[in-house]
């Protein structure tokens, strides 16, 4: 017995590495998928590698070696802040906390929605009627405000925005994955494994979290752009974390520090520009996976 065990967990591995193999030769057809994730996944090794390649200690004010707003030269190749500090090490450590909130913030945002859809989808009745109600609330409510509000009453720091952005963009990923629960659980093999003595963890487990989790993933890279953006945007408002470089906290000191009416374009560009890049990045790499793994989006080739 346990010969045949091994046996099929072996043949069941193969079948996934498989079906992973034809996910990636799938995604490989789509150029802009390509592009979206050479381009991702420099910004990545960059963020990683900013205390590497980069001296920590410029971003201390007080160690600041440069001139206030110094336009772009052969030593500083984006010019200075307003303090003085290099923008391009700013950039570089300022992607490190927008990928961090994002990210996290997308996990807690995606993990809400998944656990919320498939509960409201798969149980129904009275599970779904308290669900439903709930997830409108959020759907309906402004994300940002309630994010600001979050911000606002909570200790600043970067917990506090993950918090913030991660409990207030669940509701679109419920819907979805209760829509496909629902798909799911309509199936003829779903009806066979009850039949069987099959539990409700059974079920979720064997069959519905499987036939979901692709289109999770599809999602998930979509919703960290959104992510991005919220951080940038709570960081603008001055509701970020003080103590930590990020591009919306960039852009507010640019703001409020004069370079803006000064024409230090230099000070400007680089993280509206970081912000845009990474965002279309998760956008081209998200609609290619949603291409991938939904079949009825890819047209006639």
């Known amino acids: 017995m346990s010969e045949v065990t091994q046996s099929a967990k072996a043949i069941a591995w193969r079948r996934r590495f498989a079906a992973a193999g034809n996910v990636w030769r799938e995604f490989a057809r789509n150029r802009g998928g390509l592009i979206g994730l050479a381009l991702l996944g420099a ?47 700013l950039t570089f450590w300022g992607a490190r906390v927008s990928l961090l909130v994002g990210l996290a913030a997308t996990v807690l945002s995606v993990l809400i929605g998944t656990v919320v859809g498939i509960a409201a989808g798969h149980f129904g009745r009275w599970v779904a009627r308290i669900l439903l109600p709930f997830t409108d609330f959020f759907l309906v409510l402004p994300s940002l405000v309630l994010a600001i509000a979050l911000s606002s009453v909570l200790p600043r720091g970067i917990p506090t925005i993950i918090v913030a952005v991660g409990v207030t963009s669940w ?36 069959h519905v979290l499987p036939a979901v989790m692709p289109l999770v993933l599809a999602n998930t890279t979509l919703v960290v752009g959104g992510s991005i953006i919220a951080e940038s945007t709570l960081s603008f408002l001055g509701l970020g974390d003080p103590n930590n470089v990020s591009w919306g906290s960039m852009l507010q000191t640019a703001l409020s520090s004069g370079a803006v009416s000064g024409g230090a374009w230099w000070y400007l560009l680089p993280p509206g520009l970081a912000i845009v890049a990474i965002v279309l990045c998760f956008t081209l790499v998200g609609r290619a996976l949603e291409t991938v793994l939904n079949p009825r989006l890819r047209g006639d080739r």
């Not at 410029?58 to 070696?65: E, F, H, I, N, W």
């Not at 206030?68 to 500083?76: D, M």
């Open 43 to 89: 910004i990545v090794v960059l963020a990683v590698l900013a205390p590497v390649i980069t001296d920590p200690a410029g971003l201390d004010v007080t160690k600041a070696p440069g001139r206030p707003l110094q336009p772009p030269t052969g030593e500083y190749l984006l010019g200075t802040d307003v303090d003085g500090r290099s923008v391009l090490l």
């Open 171 to 206: 509701p679109t990923t419920a819907r979805l994955v209760r829509a496909q629960t629902l798909t799911v659980e309509s199936r003829p093999y779903i009806e066979r494994s009850k039949a069987l003595g099959g539990g409700h963890l059974h079920v979720i487990g064997k």
